[in-house]
């Protein structure tokens, strides 16, 4: 059974940090293509990052290029996203997923997010003072 638990969502001022977590069961996420996404309330989904499966080359929106980084601990099969320099419209519920390893994070970012294929539930962040 396949299964991608988000954490480390939370209440933070602007300005601050976070840092999400994303483990895997079931496969291995460095076998995948794998993203972070985010939906406001009101808001389309948006495609935060990506990290490709084998030379784990990294993409952003242009919303968060130079604040965010997207990793990924193999040993763990955990992906992560490091959120630097909030700011409140960043509040949303941030999501992780993968995609087949064929897709590259050029395939799927920013118009196909459809080609992802599995999700997991989903970690509120809001940025508020």
């Known amino acids: 059974q396949f299964q991608l638990v988000e954490s480390g969502g939370g209440l933070v001022q602007p300005g601050g940090s976070l840092r999400l977590s994303c483990t895997a069961s079931g496969f291995t996420l460095d076998s995948h293509t794998t993203g972070w996404f985010r939906q406001a309330p009101g808001k389309g989904r948006e495609g935060v990052a990506c990290i490709s499966s084998s030379v784990s080359k990294t993409t952003y929106a242009g919303s968060v290029k130079g604040r965010f980084t997207i990793s990924r601990d193999n040993a763990k099969n955990t992906l992560y996203l490091q959120m630097n320099s909030l700011k409140p419209e960043d509040t949303a519920l941030y999501f992780c997923a993968r995609a087949n390893p064929i897709y590259s994070c050029s395939d799927l970012h920013p118009t196909?997010?459809?080609?992802?294929?599995?999700?997991?539930?989903?970690?509120?962040?809001?940025?508020?003072s």
Do not use: K, N, R
């Not at 196909?112 to 508020?128: E, K, P, R």
């Open 112 to 128: 196909g997010l459809d080609l992802y294929d599995f999700w997991g539930q989903g970690t509120q962040v809001t940025v508020s």
